[in-house]
């Protein structure tokens, strides 16, 4: 008599990133598979002839793109004004001057003047810090005597 064995399933391997595998082990855990028995469902449920999804529209309309690029382009040419690399980051560096002095003048008016010596003496030691508070401390006051 002659023996029927069953077939023996034939083996197939994939390849994946360690995180895609890992999300594969997590999801096929959720729904109390194996990994090998959840991925062939997942395989099984798929329509390899339906179209994918469009990709998603763009956020801004035209005219909002249109825009966008106006001002990017006045951002640049004004920035592109200056004739030479070093004219540019004088300008640069002056603007940044002006912020940082306005902030530190904003602090000291707000009463947050240990706060900024905290912040200086962390930048640039305690010394240049108490230094730069007292320039404040004196600049503030000669400029509210004079506007009285």
């Known amino acids: 008599m002659k023996r029927r064995g069953r077939r023996l399933p034939k083996a197939y391997s994939l390849s994946c990133t360690d995180s895609d ?7 096929a855990e959720r729904k109390g598979l194996s990994i090998s028995r959840y991925m062939i469902e997942c395989g099984l449920t798929v ?3 339906t179209e994918p999804e469009p990709p998603p529209r763009l956020v801004l309309d035209e005219a909002e793109q249109r825009a966008l690029l106006g001002h990017v382009t006045a951002i ?3 920035t592109a004004e200056a004739e030479t690399d070093e004219a540019l980051l004088t300008h640069i560096r002056n603007s940044l001057s002006f912020l940082a002095e306005e902030t530190m003048r904003t602090m000291m008016r707000e009463g947050r003047e240990g706060e900024l010596g ?3 003496a962390d930048l640039f030691g305690e010394q240049l810090a108490a230094a730069t508070v007292d320039r404040l401390r004196a600049r503030t006051s000669v400029e509210s ?3 009285q």
């Not at 595998?21 to 999801?27: A, D, P, T």
């Open 21 to 27: 595998w890992g999300r594969v082990r997590v999801l």
């Open 47 to 49: 329509d390899p002839t």
């Open 76 to 78: 640049a040419e004004r």
């Open 118 to 120: 905290a912040t200086l």
């Open 145 to 147: 005597s004079d506007s």
